[in-house]
């Protein structure tokens, strides 16, 4: 089961830092004319823990990836992290909304800084943000020009979470990803979830 984080004990901080600056008729709810929601089906981790899969729709149609990209070695090193969204044939990714937390494990007022990377790719436009509660919010969309390029393939978000002053063992994940058939008349389609992600030591 999903859990969430007690965002009451969260300190109100500013924003420490951003980087230099990621067809069968598909099951779900209904959210109105020509739109659906996906529904989260299940979660693979792999052997070595640090790659977790989360999949929505009954074919595994999207699939969100949280991988720590290295282990971690030093208590106060910062974790590097990748959040990846893959979309079968047929789909096109219109934007994709990140909220990221790594609350301490103490439960103390602290809340890990996150510094997120900037775009590999032209196609893609983000923005970076923190709210009153302490989550990074990424917004990733198409840049200027480039909407037939953005969400074809996958996309990628590569961050680091530096626990500078308390541990923290868990990071979660908000996502919400809205995406497109392709087809004529193709409907657009939701997925939702708070994933969390334990780092490996």
Do not use: K
């Amino acid at each position: 089961m999903t859990r969430h984080p007690p965002s009451d004990r969260l300190a109100r901080r500013p924003f420490l830092a951003a980087g230099a600056a990621g067809m069968a008729a598909l099951a779900g709810c209904a959210d109105g004319p020509g739109t659906a929601s996906l529904d989260w089906v299940g979660e693979a981790v792999d052997a070595d823990g640090r790659e977790h899969h989360h999949w929505f729709g009954p074919a595994r149609d999207v699939t969100a990836t949280v991988r720590q990209t290295a282990s971690v070695v030093d208590a106060d090193a910062p974790v590097p992290l990748l959040v990846l969204l893959h979309h079968r044939e047929g789909l096109r990714t219109e934007r994709l909304r990140l909220r990221l937390l790594a609350p301490p494990r103490s439960g103390s007022a602290f809340v890990a800084p996150i510094w997120v990377q900037s775009p590999a790719s032209t196609a893609v436009a983000q923005t970076v943000a923190r709210d009153s509660d302490g989550w990074t919010m990424v917004d990733l969309g198409p840049a200027d020009g480039a909407a037939r390029r953005f969400g074809a393939g996958n996309l990628a978000l590569e961050f680091a979470v530096h626990p500078t002053s308390a541990p923290v063992d868990t990071l979660f994940v908000d996502v919400v990803a809205t995406l497109r058939e392709t087809a004529t008349f193709g409907r657009r389609l939701t997925c939702r979830r708070t994933l969390d992600y334990a780092f490996v030591r």
